[in-house]
T-cell receptor, first 110, second 114 residues
Framework: QKEVEQDPGPLSVPEGAIVSLNCTYS??????FMWYRQYSRKGPELLMY????GNKEDGRFTAQVDKSSKYISLFIRDSQPSDSATYLC??????????FGQGTELSVKP | GAVVSQHPSWVICKSGTSVKIECRSL??????MFWYRQFPKQSLMLMAT?????????EQGVEKDKFLINHASLTLSTLTVTSAHPEDSSFYIC??????????FGSGTRLTVV
């Protein structure tokens, strides 16, 4: 079992839709959770990070962590074509290494 | 915010030659730097972790004699792909860790070995 599981998609939505991206993780010791956005042929950029359970909002983006079910989510409201990218969830282990999900490829159609 | 500069952004080399990729933290001192490899449609695969002034720690299955990592200062790490072969063609990405800002990634290097 992978430590972080993520549906690779691809996911295609119309412009303006609400997008829900999800990951599950296996180790209850994980505490920091991150969402990265990666455009084609570019390095990942940090979108959101959360600590432990709860919600965090930043503009059109909301990150949610449910530690009881080991489930993390990223919601994108009013999605735009410029949101088209691969989204990677991640956490870090005690050694400081990032553990990534497989990444979900999102396409927002105008 | 924290910025990591990675060069070159793309490189084509002949089989058997060596290629060096640089990763610099521009406005912070990176206590730790990471090197990843990414194949198309796949996630990032950690190759090695380097700390300034010490030997890199390689992940299982990564040939340390082929992928030489040097972390000479708190702002510079280099990855040298030695005697490159077509199967080494990939997207290589570095990441620098600064205690406050977390993990910041470079823009990646696309290596093509012909």
């Amino acid at each position: 079992q992978k430590e972080v599981e993520q549906d690779p998609g691809p996911l295609s939505v119309p412009e303006g839709a609400i997008v829900s991206l999800n990951c599950t993780y296996s180790n209850s010791a994980f505490q920091y959770f991150m969402w990265y956005r990666q455009y084609s042929r570019k390095g990942p950029e940090l979108l959101m990070y959360t600590y432990s359970s709860g919600n965090k909002e930043d503009g059109r983006f909301t990150a949610q962590v449910d530690k009881s079910s080991k489930y993390i989510s990223l919601f994108i409201r009013d999605s735009q074509p410029s949101d088209s990218a691969t989204y990677l969830c991640a956490t870090n282990n005690q050694g400081g290494k990032l553990i990534f999900g497989q990444g979900t490829e999102l396409s927002v159609k105008p | 915010g924290a910025v990591v500069s990675q060069h070159p952004s793309w490189v084509i080399c002949k089989s058997g030659t060596s290629v060096k990729i640089e990763c610099r933290s521009l406005d912070f001192q990176a206590t730790t730097m990471f090197w990843y490899r990414q194949f198309p449609k796949q996630s990032l695969m950690l190759m090695a972790t380097s700390n300034e002034g010490s030997k890199a720690t390689y992940e299982q299955g990564v040939e340390k004699d082929k992928f030489l990592i040097n972390h000479a200062s708190l702002t510079l790490s280099t990855l040298t792909v030695t005697s490159a072969h077509p199967e080494d063609s990939s997207f290589y990405i570095c990441s620098a860790r600064e205690d406050r800002s977390g993990y910041t990634f470079g823009s990646g290097t696309r290596l093509t070995v012909v």
